[in-house]
């Protein structure tokens, strides 16, 4: 039993002398309390609001991605009709398939040979336009 006197007298020192921290050391001391609560308040918020941030940036490739992916399907489609149209006007299919080959070949000679920069800075400028950064 004394030794629950004895914590309960060392605990109400210990509130004591919190309490009687008065002037400027107590002053000091809750500048500095309040201080650090403030920055961990601060860093809390910034922490919620990147994480916002990095989930709608999430949310927005992915969209972006399954938006490519459906377009690629459809283009497929469209190429792959326009092959066999090509075949259909000039009497065989493979001719169709061929012209439309040599049309994609043909672009990447281009761009891998007689301009090779042209489709890096299209690229770019679309990049730099959809984050509106000025050059």
């Known amino acids: 039993m004394s030794r629950m006197k004895q914590e309960a007298a060392s605990g109400g020192r210990k509130e004591n002398q ?13 500048t500095v309390t309040s201080t ?6 601060i860093i ?4 919620e609001l990147f994480k916002i ?3 709608e940036k999430v949310a927005l490739v992915s ?5 490519l992916v459906v377009l ?4 497929a489609y469209l190429i792959t009709t326009i092959a066999l149209l090509f075949g259909e ?3 065989h299919v493979w001719l169709g398939y061929l012209l439309v080959s040599m049309v994609f070949i043909l672009t990447f000679a281009f761009f891998t040979k ?6 890096k800075n299209f690229i770019h400028k679309i990049l730099l336009s959809a984050n509106d950064y000025r050059k």
């Open 114 to 119: 007689v301009k090779p920069d042209a489709l």
């Open 44 to 47: 809390d918020a910034k922490l």
């Open 89 to 91: 006007l000039f009497g």
């Open 36 to 41: 650090i609560e403030d920055l961990k308040a």
């Open 63 to 67: 969209a972006l991605l399954l938006l």
């Open 53 to 55: 941030e990095m989930t």
């Open 18 to 30: 919190i309490r009687t921290k008065k002037g400027i050391p107590g002053l000091i001391d809750s």
């Open 72 to 75: 690629m399907i459809g283009v």
